[in-house]
């Protein structure tokens, strides 16, 4: 015992200490995990107390706060408006001098319908603002549209033969530009470029190719000394054989160049040209260009126009010809069509520069009576047109998909062996509804209940279609031209056009040096560049 009148030390043992450590890490472990356990969800972010009563200036600091909350929202209510007035292609300026004028009492609200939207637009001034920016909107599209018609009637005949009759239409990947932006852009581009690369897909060249536009062309040549060069990519998706007959029929029309201008998407089924690969191509096209250029002695540049069908690849083509100098993304790209929205210039060098221009879904040159608006709406999906998020409906697509490939046997096999599939059973008669519902199952696009997902199914088959895992092409068509001074029955005139081209093309050969490239007009295309 300690002694009497002695203090008594307040200090703890380590072993005590130690094991109040223990049994308190122990308590917080266990409460912890019964947290956890506990199904009530508690939010761990503490909730603001908020301002007290008793702070003298609580009143001014709730009215600031409010304040900025609804500055903020003004705002974005404000950049909401932008982006939709440049979704309609409303001058932004415009949207400006409104939002500027915010607050002030010259903003003019009397346009309004009625008394009571007038009140309440008064009221909220984003409503006011809001009113005021779709009047001025209506406005400058009057304005836009008076302005447009006049310089359409200042055009010639030609130009308004191209405006008028329809000949040009717009993309139907770009719903919110109008047509008439387009033609003006097609235009621009005849008339800059020297020479024009038509580029045309290799699997459907006849479906991206627009006689009227090479007459539009040609008319433009006659005072300008222009060239018109088809340039065939996306080679390495049809056979060789195929190719070879594609550039002999091509070649009786104009100068032909096959081109690879870029590899093929995964998985894509591909076929070997051996020599014809995307350095070779692209060092064949551009060494023809730069001949012209160096041959053509002008003081200036020479002008490149490269046009087509949406995601044909024209800007590859233009990265295939700039990746010469070892440049590389001069022109972005996509597997999607409408990636290009603009006119666009790369230079090359001081004899040489290149125009990319936005895909147009020209006229098509297909014989027979024109299709109605489900059928034309498949044909473009089939060539890759129309982008992903504006399909409405794909079936129709692959509805036509299936009908060309059902006339090769082989073809419509190898189909059903990119997805795996048996012999389809067509009991009722509908073979696309019975293929979609087999591609659902094994891709897994089913709905609740296991329901297959049509749409999601024929959206999958577009895509592998776009993207070359599904194999497909157009076969050339066959002329039967005069032999030995025999004339066939139905065929003359088509002969005869092909004498009149066979100058063209042979003269146009000489100036860009590509005699060499195929060998005589009666011998085989020559694969190798």
Same mark, same amino acid.
């Given at each position: 015992? =300690?002694?009497?009148?002695?203090?008594? &030390? #307040?200090?703890? &043992?380590?072993?005590?200490?130690?094991?109040?450590?223990?049994?308190?890490? /122990?308590?917080?472990?266990?409460?912890?995990?019964?947290?956890?356990?506990?199904? %009530? @969800?508690?939010s761990k972010i503490k909730k603001d107390p908020g301002i007290p009563n008793l702070f003298p200036f609580k009143a001014k600091v709730l009215e600031e706060i409010e304040e900025s909350k609804r500055r903020k929202e003004? $705002?974005?209510?404000?950049?909401?408006?932008?982006?939709?007035?440049?979704? %309609?292609? *409303? +001058?932004?300026?415009?949207?400006?001098?409104v939002a500027a004028a915010e607050g002030d009492e010259d903003i003019d609200i009397s346009d309004m319908d009625d008394d009571d939207a007038m009140d309440e637009d008064s009221a909220n001034p984003m409503a006011a603002l809001l009113a005021s920016a779709r009047a001025r909107a209506q406005d400058f599209d009057g304005e836009a549209d008076e302005d447009e018609d006049d310089m359409d009637e200042d055009m010639s005949e030609d130009d308004m033969e191209v405006g008028e009759e329809g000949s040009m239409n717009a993309p139907a990947v770009r719903k919110d530009s109008s047509r008439r932006a387009f033609d003006k852009v097609f235009k621009n581009v005849i008339e800059q470029a020297d020479v024009v690369l038509y580029v045309l897909d290799a699997r459907d060249p006849n479906g991206t190719r627009s006689k009227e536009v090479e007459r539009q062309i040609m008319a433009a $040549?006659?005072?300008?000394?222009?060239?018109?060069?088809?340039?065939?990519? #996306?080679?390495?998706?049809i056979p060789p054989q195929v190719l070879k007959d594609w550039l002999n029929h091509l070649r009786r029309s104009f100068p032909t160049l096959p081109l690879r201008?870029?590899?093929?998407?995964?998985?894509?089924?591909?076929?070997?040209?051996?020599a014809l690969t995307v350095k070779g191509t692209s060092e064949t096209l551009f060494r023809a260009l730069k001949t012209y250029a160096h041959s053509s002695q002008l003081k200036r540049a020479i002008t490149v126009g490269v046009i087509g069908y949406p995601n044909v690849g024209k800007s590859s083509v233009i990265n295939a010809l700039t990746s010469q100098l070892g440049k590389k993304?001069?022109? =972005?790209?996509?597997?999607?069509?409408?990636? !290009?929205? &603009?006119?666009? $210039?790369?230079k090359i060098d001081s004899k040489l520069k290149?125009?990319?221009? =936005?895909? *147009?879904?020209? =006229?098509?040159?297909? %014989?027979?009576?024109?299709?109605?608006r489900t059928e034309e709406q498949a044909r473009l999906i089939l060539l890759n047109a129309v982008p992903p998020k504006e399909i409405d409906d794909p079936v129709p697509a692959v509805t036509l998909l299936l009908k060309r490939l059902s006339a090769s046997a082989d073809g419509f096999q190898k189909l059903l062996d990119v997805y795996g599939l048996p012999a389809l059973m067509t009991a009722n008669g509908d073979l696309t509804t019975n293929f979609l519902v087999q591609v659902a199952r094994k891709r897994g696009r089913l709905g609740k209940g296991g329901v297959p997902n049509i749409h999601a199914a024929a959206q999958t088959v577009v895509t592998d279609w776009r993207d070359?895992? *599904?194999?497909? @092409?157009? +076969?050339?068509? !066959?002329?039967?031209?005069?032999? $030995?001074?025999?004339? !066939?029955?139905?065929?003359?005139? &088509?002969?005869?056009?092909?004498? +009149?081209?066979?100058? *063209?093309? !042979? %003269? @146009?050969?000489?100036?860009?040096?590509? /005699?060499g490239l195929w060998g005589d007009s009666n011998e085989d295309t020559a694969m190798e560049a």
């Open positions: 015992m =300690p002694k009497v009148g002695k203090p008594i &030390s #307040k200090r703890t &043992s380590t072993r005590l200490r130690n094991s109040i450590q223990k049994k308190s890490a /122990e308590k917080q472990r266990k409460l912890r995990k019964q947290a956890k356990n506990n199904p %009530e @969800w508690r003004e $705002e974005k209510q404000r950049a909401r408006l932008l982006a939709k007035a440049r979704r %309609e292609g *409303i +001058d932004v300026k415009d949207i400006d001098q $040549e006659a005072g300008h000394n222009k060239r018109l060069i088809l340039v065939l990519n #996306k080679i390495d998706l201008a870029a590899n093929s998407a995964a998985n894509a089924r591909t076929f070997d040209h051996k993304g001069n022109c =972005p790209t996509g597997a999607e069509a409408g990636v !290009t929205t &603009s006119l666009r $210039e790369v290149l125009l990319d221009s =936005p895909g *147009i879904v020209f =006229p098509s040159s297909a %014989e027979g009576a024109k299709a109605n070359g895992r *599904i194999q497909g @092409w157009m +076969d050339a068509p !066959t002329l039967q031209l005069a032999k $030995e001074g025999k004339k !066939t029955p139905g065929n003359s005139e &088509s002969a005869g056009l092909v004498g +009149d081209q066979k100058e *063209i093309v !042979t %003269e @146009w050969a000489k100036e860009f040096k590509l /005699e």
